[in-house]
């Protein structure tokens, strides 16, 4: 099991900044990879930002060049610097950690959650 902790979210005005902070706890070191989704009312969760163990990020277009996600393995815990925030970016973020299981029909994925963060975008 793996819990994960998110902090940092708020009311901003389009053009700030804001950082989430994600950690977890409990059984960390099967931990592949982690990262963050939003979602917003009506609409289906969609991936922001991922991050592997060795450090490789990847991002959906829209926030490319304006996000920044990080990993600090010694104190398990994720980041994602927001910058250039529009209305766009408005949803509650979700921090995501993804662990490798080992079954009878081969390797698997089990996904962890976060309980969620607002983010507010004001223009």
């Known amino acids: 099991q793996v819990q994960l902790v998110e902090s940092g979210g708020g009311l901003v005005q389009a053009g700030g900044s804001l950082r989430l902070s994600c950690v977890a706890s409990?059984?960390?070191?099967?931990?592949?990879?982690m990262g963050w989704y939003r979602q917003v009312p009506g609409k289906a969760r969609e991936l922001v930002s991922t991050?592997?163990?060795?450090?490789?990020?990847r991002y959906v277009d829209s926030v490319k060049g304006r996000f920044t996600i990080s990993r600090d393995n010694g104190k398990k815990t994720v980041y994602l610097q927001m910058n250039s925030l529009t209305p766009d970016d408005t949803a509650v973020y979700y921090c995501?950690?993804?662990?490798?299981?080992?079954?009878?029909?081969?390797?698997?994925?089990?996904?962890?959650w976060g309980q969620g963060t607002q983010v507010t975008v004001s223009s």
């Open positions: 991050i592997n163990r060795a450090g490789t990020p």
């Open positions: 995501n950690a993804g662990v490798t299981t080992v079954g009878a029909s081969g390797f698997g994925r089990d996904d962890y």
């Open positions: 409990g059984r960390t070191i099967d931990i592949m990879d």
